[in-house]
């Protein structure tokens, strides 16, 4: 039998499966308010089949965005916005929906992907300033970011449990707290951009302090229940970078907080990574994190083919497998990957008539449907 098919579970949440969708920011929120783009990508990815959806990554505060237009769980507003999305969502799919929640650092203040992405000057319209662990900017030319201090730690801390909180209140089934792509937890750990002198700075265990203050405090202010993991950039891909060793290490450290789950990625922290992308090419990371903590572990980064989902898992190298632009490519590869595999999945029945005629029993029942 497929073990792509077979259920998994974060902490106390059963996964029918092992497919996971990604979080994938979309910039398209008004003042962090998801809207009716929401309501359609969502919609759609919903009737997939994977066995979780984890939303895109979600600022916890204003100044936590990459861009004027991300998605926000900063204000009553903006879960306001997300239950609407959710509710509709939810009267058409029962599959279970996380949330990434997230703080830009000095990655934020930026234009749109499709407009260049280049920094928003603070004084500029639609910028701010910027904060980080220390006044480096992540590209020549761009505004130094402020270094948090000590109210400005306690402020982010807040800030991600609150968002916890409000994501909690809207039936969402975990949260995966952002600790990868060079944003603000990944600045913290990285010595590139991390050059503090204080406890949060200089050795291994300095600079994973915050990171994991911030992880407590999601952990405290949910459920016991409600599963919390994180995603890390397993290297930065530069000589002197955060590293594997570095994310073995953290991975114990998170593990040992009740952690449900690494999802392994890697770089984002400087514009002088060099990667070598392919096929799988952040596995081998994802599988020493398996094998040296135990942890449940999700494998992500150009796994396209069902067999080569199938593969890596057979093989023990990850728990589940995480899309994210494949699915965008193809919102029904899990369906694709049953067929494939000789396995079944959750369909709704408005498309069971789609079904190919060698295929009998490829499709089953959502438990919410609409007849």
């Given at each position: 039998m497929s073990l792509l098919f077979e259920p998994v579970s974060l902490g106390d949440l059963e996964l029918e499966n092992r497919i996971?969708?990604?979080?994938?920011?979309?910039?398209?929120?008004?003042?962090?308010?998801?809207?009716?783009?929401?309501m359609i990508h969502l919609g759609g990815l919903a009737m997939s089949g994977a066995g979780l959806m984890i939303l895109e990554a979600t600022a916890v505060s204003p100044e936590a965005r990459i861009s004027p237009a991300d998605l926000g769980l900063f204000s009553d507003a903006n879960a306001d916005a997300l239950r609407r999305v959710l509710e509709a969502v939810r009267k058409y799919s029962d599959i279970p929906v996380a949330i990434q929640l997230a703080h830009a650092g000095r990655k934020a203040s930026t234009m749109l992907p499709w407009e260049g992405g280049a920094q928003i000057a603070p004084d500029a319209p639609q910028g701010w300033k910027t904060f980080a662990p220390s006044p480096v900017p992540h590209t020549a030319g761009d505004d130094a970011p402020l270094a948090l201090d000590h109210d400005g730690l306690l402020k982010i801390k807040n800030d991600f449990a609150q968002a916890a909180r409000r994501a909690l209140d809207l039936g969402l089934v975990g949260i995966e707290v952002h600790m990868a792509h060079g944003y603000l937890l990944h600045q913290f750990l990285s010595p590139l951009s991390n050059q503090r002198t204080d406890a949060y700075g200089?050795?291994?265990?300095?600079?994973?302090?915050?990171?994991?203050?911030?992880?407590?405090?999601?952990?405290?202010?949910?459920e016991d229940s409600i599963p919390v993991w994180v995603r890390v950039s397993a290297t930065d891909w530069v000589q002197g970078g955060w590293d594997i060793d570095s994310t073995v290490a953290l991975s114990h450290a998170l593990k040992a907080c009740g952690c449900a789950a690494i999802h392994v990625s890697s770089g984002g922290v400087s514009t002088a990574q060099d990667i070598p992308v392919g096929p799988g090419y952040q596995l081998p990371f994802a599988e020493r994190v398996k094998a040296e903590t135990g942890i449940t572990t999700l494998a992500v980064g150009m796994i396209t083919e069902a067999a080569q989902a199938e593969a890596i898992l057979q093989n023990g190298q990850a728990d589940a497998i995480a899309l994210a632009r494949g699915v965008l490519y193809d919102p029904r590869w899990p369906w694709h990957a049953a067929a494939e595999l000789g396995a079944s999945v959750k369909a709704p029945e408005q498309y069971w008539r789609c079904q190919p005629a060698e295929f009998t029993d490829l499709f089953k029942a959502m438990k919410i449907g609409h007849r």
């Open positions: 996971i969708i990604a979080p994938m920011c979309q910039y398209s929120a008004v003042d962090g308010n998801a809207q009716d783009w929401h200089g050795s291994l265990e300095n600079r994973m302090r915050f990171p994991i203050e911030v992880f407590k405090a999601v952990k405290a202010a949910v």
